[in-house]
Structures are given as C-alpha cells and as structure tokens.
C-alpha cells in the first residue's frame, strides 16, 4: 500500500503536512518527521522552519 502525504495550506496560517517525510535543515541535518508538522510561511516564526503562531500576531494575509 502507497503511503499517503497530505501538504495543506492554511488560509493566513502555515503548511500543515501529513506522513512520514525526511526533512533536511539548511546546516545539512537531516530529521525523520513521522508526525504532523507545521511550517510557517509568513517569515515571523522565531523557530523557522516551523510555526510558532507567530502569523496571528503579525495578522499575515496571504
Ligand atoms: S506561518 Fe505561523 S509563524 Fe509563520
């Protein structure tokens, strides 16, 4: 069976994405992500690459 991976954009808010994946940092770290992860997308977060909810704050509008 072919496993399933979902990347859902949030309205205003991150990239919600679902599955199992290998994520590569820019220092060349490499992460195994087995669980949902959010990434934000309005360049505010204080811990890039993910979210913080820092896009509330900043009211990001896409
Ligand atoms: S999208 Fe959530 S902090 Fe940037």
Same mark, same amino acid.
């Given at each position: 069976?072919?496993?399933?991976?979902?990347?859902?954009?949030?309205?205003? $808010?991150?990239?919600?994405? =679902? $599955?199992?994946?290998?994520?590569?940092?820019? =220092? $060349?770290?490499?992460?195994?992500?087995?669980?949902?992860?959010?990434? &934000?997308? &309005?360049?505010? =977060?204080?811990n890039?690459?993910y979210c913080? $909810? *820092?896009? *509330?704050?900043?009211?990001?509008?896409?």
């Open positions: 069976m072919e496993k399933e991976f979902i990347v859902k954009v949030v309205k205003n $808010g991150p990239l919600v994405v =679902s $599955g199992d994946f290998k994520l590569v940092l820019p =220092s $060349g770290e490499e992460q195994e992500v087995t669980r949902k992860t959010f990434f &934000c997308r &309005c360049g505010q =977060s204080k890039k690459p913080d $909810g *820092a896009h *509330a704050a900043v009211k990001f509008d896409e």
